[in-house]
């Protein structure tokens, strides 16, 4: 069942038996909550949106939820691991459903998908869009 806001549909939306497979792994409102809950799916149509279209968050259409908010929980489901176990369950599902191994026996990493450091270690960093070496700290959800 669609709980989606009434407006229109942008094509990257979450069908209704796309959100029935991802929903079970988005973490549920805090029953703590002091404001109005807004949908699981519709923040999630909003992370879409901005993956999709490649507008930044704040360009965002004024019909889906703020972009502020929707990147908030873009980044506390990152920390915790949400999209990692949801991209995990959802692989070994649809391998197991072309009759392969659930777990894949190989990656291949390209010399454009690995950034390296003169510098040995793991307490160097790398952050392209700012130029900055070293850890990048993020604030806490």
């Known amino acids: 069942m669609n709980e989606s806001i009434n407006r229109k549909r942008y094509p990257s939306d979450l069908t209704d038996a796309q959100w029935d497979l991802l929903a ?5 409102p805090s029953p703590n909550a002091t404001q109005e809950v807004i949908p699981r799916r519709e923040i999630v149509n909003g992370i879409l949106y901005v993956l999709r279209t490649g507008c930044s968050w704040r360009q965002m259409p004024h019909d889906l939820p703020n972009g502020k908010t929707v990147f908030h929980y873009f980044r506390c489901w990152q920390r915790d691991g949400t999209w990692e176990k949801a991209m995990h369950a959802l692989r070994r599902q649809v391998r197991g459903s072309m009759g392969r191994e659930e777990e894949p ?23 392209g869009g700012k130029k900055n070496l070293g850890t990048q700290k993020a604030p806490p959800c």
Do not use: L, W
Request: aromatic share 8%; proline share 18%.
């Open 24 to 28: 079970p792994f988005i973490p549920p």
């Open 105 to 127: 026996s190989a990656g291949i990493i390209d010399s454009q998908s690995s950034k390296t450091s003169p510098v040995p270690g793991i307490g160097r960093g790398y952050d």
